[in-house]
C-alpha cells in the first residue's frame, strides 16, 4: 500500500511536510492575507517538523510580531522576506544564478529573487540598475553575467531588458515584470506583455512581481 502524504492539520492550514522531498524545498509562506496569528503558528508548525522556513510578501510589523515567539527568525527588509534555516553552517552552495535589475526601483523584487535562490543553496551574483536607458552598464558586465548557469531578470517600464539579455547569453532567462512604471505600463502589465511577446527564444515568464517564483525556478533549473 502507498503511503499517505504527509501533512499536518492546525484546522485553518494543512502543513505540507512532504514537499521538500518532492520538490528539493519545504512548503514556503506567502504573507498576504493571512491572518497574523496564523502567520505565527504555520511557522511554528514547520519549525517543529525541521523544516527550513521562508516567508515572503512579509512586512515589517509582522516580522517584529514573530520574531517575540521566533527568535532565530531573520528578515531582509528590501526584499520582504523573513527566514530561518535548521542549519545554515551546512549548507553548500552550488551552481551560479545572475539576477538583473533594470532600475533601482525594480531592486526590491530583484532583491526577493536573490535571496529566495540563496536561501535555497544557490550562488547568487547580482547586476543593478543595468537597463536598457543606459545599456553600456549591462555590456561592461556581460562577461560576468555569461558565466551564469541560469540568469533572472527584473523589469518595470517597458520591460524590453529581457529580451536584450536574452539575445546576448547562452543561459536560460527567467524574466520578472516589476509593477514599476507610469500610467501607461499598467502596473506591470506592458512588461508582461513585452516579455511574453520576446522574439529572443529561451526566456520563460513569471507573474508581475514575483521574485520569489523566478528565484524558485531558478533553482530548480540550477539543480
Not at 522556513?53 to 527568535?71: D, N, Q, V
Not at 549591462?138 to 539579455?165: D, F, H, P, W
Request: aromatic fraction near 6%; hydrophobic fraction near 45%; include cysteine.
Amino acid at each position: 500500500m502507498a503511503q499517505k502524504p504527509a501533512f499536518c492539520d492546525l484546522g485553518f492550514a494543512k502543513l505540507d511536510l512532504d514537499r521538500k522531498q518532492r520538490r528539493g524545498f519545504p512548503e514556503v509562506i506567502y504573507c498576504p492575507g493571512k491572518n497574523i496569528d496564523h502567520i505565527r503558528e504555520i511557522a511554528k508548525g514547520l519549525l517543529k517538523k525541521k523544516q527550513e522556513l521562508l516567508l515572503t510578501k512579509l512586512e515589517k510589523g509582522t516580522f517584529t510580531y514573530l520574531k517575540k515567539s521566533i527568535p532565530k527568525l531573520k528578515y531582509n527588509s528590501l526584499a520582504r522576506i523573513g527566514y530561518c534555516s535548521q542549519d545554515a553552517a551546512k549548507i553548500t552552495l552550488r551552481g551560479l544564478i545572475a539576477v538583473i535589475s533594470a532600475g533601482t526601483a525594480d531592486i526590491p523584487v530583484a532583491e526577493e529573487a536573490a535571496l529566495t535562490a540563496l536561501i535555497m543553496g544557490n550562488r547568487v551574483m547580482k547586476f543593478y540598475d543595468v537597463g536598457v536607458a543606459g545599456v553600456h552598464r549591462l555590456m561592461q558586465n556581460l562577461e560576468n553575467i555569461k558565466k551564469a548557469k541560469v540568469i533572472i531578470v527584473v523589469a518595470g517600464m517597458e520591460g524590453a531588458l529581457a529580451s536584450i539579455v536574452s539575445g546576448l547569453v547562452a543561459s536560460p532567462v527567467i524574466a520578472v515584470p516589476t509593477s514599476c512604471g507610469y500610467g501607461a505600463s499598467f502596473s506591470g502589465l506592458a512588461a508582461l506583455l513585452t516579455m511574453l511577446n520576446s522574439c529572443s527564444p529561451g526566456i520563460s515568464v513569471v507573474n508581475i512581481d514575483n521574485g520569489f517564483g523566478a528565484g524558485y525556478f531558478a533553482s530548480l533549473i540550477n539543480k
